[in-house]
């Protein structure tokens, strides 16, 4: 009886060990971007940066407020300081910008993108607190 009750503790152990590692390769920051469109107003384009904490399976998700959001605009050979914005209570910043190749720089998670902007866009991300190194 002793050895049945430990052979399903240690199937149950393997099950367990399984599931965490399927969640773990599923944890990592995420980086997507969408069209929010309209049109261009008065030569420059919107651009919403949405950053959102992701605390892990049971942690859940939260928007990051009060971030400090840095643009650098591309002059053709390198980056160049643009314009910086704060994330709102539900973690967006607003920018509005002509059209062409920005760095976005959120500086509190030391978190680089590159995107080009020929239209309005909202760049989403979902950073992994705990993977992080």
Same mark, same amino acid.
């Given at each position: 009886?002793?050895?049945? =009750?430990?052979? /399903?503790?240690?199937?149950?152990? =393997?099950?367990?060990? !399984?599931? *965490?590692?399927?969640?773990? &390769?599923?944890?990592?920051?995420?980086?997507?971007?969408?069209?929010? *469109?309209?049109?261009?107003?008065?030569?420059? $384009?919107?651009?919403?940066?949405?950053?959102?904490?992701? $605390?892990?399976?049971?942690?859940?998700? +939260?928007?990051?407020?009060? /971030?400090?959001?840095?643009? @650098?605009? @591309?002059?053709?050979?390198?980056?160049?300081?643009?314009? @910086?914005?704060?994330?709102? +209570?539900? *973690?967006?910043? +607003?920018? +509005?910008?002509? /059209?062409?190749? $920005?760095?976005?720089?959120?500086?509190?998670? &030391?978190?680089?993108?590159?995107?080009?902007?020929?239209?309005?866009?909202?760049?989403? =991300?979902? $950073? !992994?607190?705990?993977?992080?190194?």
């Amino acid at each position: 009886m002793n050895r049945q =009750i430990l052979l /399903a503790l240690a199937v149950l152990v =393997i099950i367990v060990m !399984a599931i *965490g590692v399927y969640e773990g &390769h599923k944890y990592r920051t995420e980086i997507n971007t969408i069209v929010i *469109g309209g049109q261009q107003t008065d030569g420059t $384009y919107t651009l919403k940066v949405n950053v959102i904490m992701n $605390y892990g399976l049971f942690g859940g998700e +939260s928007p990051l407020p009060n /971030a400090v959001i840095w643009i @650098y605009k @591309y002059n053709g050979t390198t980056y160049s300081f643009y314009t @910086y914005n704060f994330t709102n +209570s539900q *973690g967006i910043a +607003s920018f +509005s910008l002509p /059209a062409g190749q $920005y760095k976005i720089l959120v500086t509190q998670l &030391h978190l680089t993108y590159i995107i080009t902007l020929n239209q309005n866009e909202e760049v989403i =991300i979902k $950073y !992994a607190y705990l993977n992080s190194g």
